[in-house]
């Protein structure tokens, strides 16, 4: 599976936000997650850095 998770930063730590990333769309000021079951999660934030081989996505608060 290709699929990515998704962690935003919280004192300068990664916490897990959402697993199985399928869709990430950026929008005004914030970041929309779907996950392939489904899950949204939409966040106040940027992508800082998007790994594509690890499957990893980082995303830095507003």
Do not use: Q, W
């Amino acid at each position: 599976m290709c699929e990515s998770t998704a962690y935003i930063l919280k004192d300068g730590k990664e916490e897990l936000l959402l697993e199985s990333v399928d869709v990430l769309e950026n929008m005004d000021g914030h970041v929309k997650l779907i996950s392939m079951f489904g899950e949204e999660e939409i966040v106040e934030a940027r992508v800082k850095t998007l790994s594509l081989v690890d499957h990893k996505i980082i995303l830095e608060p507003l």
